[in-house]
């Protein structure tokens, strides 16, 4: 099945500079951004309670907000999920560790806006523990990256395709992290879960392309390297796009279906996908162009079998 009625034949390299300037550009305001803003880290990292009450009847967020705080609770995160009966609760760190009384004042307390409601669970997370999730997801990305690059390397035996799979893994999270930054939407597990998710989708796509430069070199060796890398980005073109749009509806599904509880899962898949789709054609391909890709690269025997011909 092809998403185009006839063979494109796009001229992807040629304006590969123009895109180099856009994805600085998208790189520097996203670390600006975060040098600046900061990312805006959920519980999950900076410790505190997490509560999820059920109401008999819609639940008014203001006047459990309101509730909350007179129990002697600052700024505490109240939201709709799942349902308008069903509310989220979110308190920063404080003094109070012992589950049972934040339990007792936090029921007292939503009890006085309606005698109905109960309390379905109610987590205490440590900053401690917060902190140990945090530099646990460092590791995960970065361990991501390492193996990313060792894989691509020793399947395509050339460093050139390697570096510009991770310059390309790399653009798609700093941008990812650029927008969290730049929205303050609350950064959790679940959006590092995605980061990830982006990374090997973006990966995939990312193989796609180099299988068919190795194709096209193997077909004729004789073609220009730009060539052969406009050739195989249009030939992957419609596969690529229609994967990319059939997953998108489902991630903008989740993103307005799915309620603040997957909100920032949705967006940080949703962001990905897009520069993911973008990198894979844009970033590691015209890398490893500029950094010199020939056919004698892509296959070394054939290298070494002209250099011991007599």
Known sequence: MEFFHKATSFPFMATRKVWYGLSIAFMLISLGSFVVRGLNLAIDF???VTVQAIFPSTANVDAIRAAVTAAG???PQVQNFGSSREVAIRLPPGGEQDSKKINARIDVALKSVNAGAQIQSLDVIGPQ??????WSAIEALSFTLAGIFVYIMFRFHTWRLSLGAILAVLHDPIVVLGWFSLSQTAFDL???AAILAVVGY???DTV?????IRERFAGNRR????TVLDQSINQTLSRTIMTKVVTAIVVVALLFLGGPVLRGFSEALLIGIVIGTYSSIYISSAIALDCGLTAEHVFPSVKKEADTMP
Do not use: Y
Request: hydrophobic share 40%.
């Open 202 to 204: 973006s990966l995939n």
């Open 208 to 212: 796609v392309v180099f299988d068919r």
């Open 73 to 75: 609770f600052h700024d």
């Open 46 to 48: 900076t410790g505190g």
């Open 129 to 134: 523990v917060g902190n140990e999730l945090k």
């Open 190 to 192: 679940a959006v590092v």
């Open 223 to 226: 073609l220009p390297p730009p």
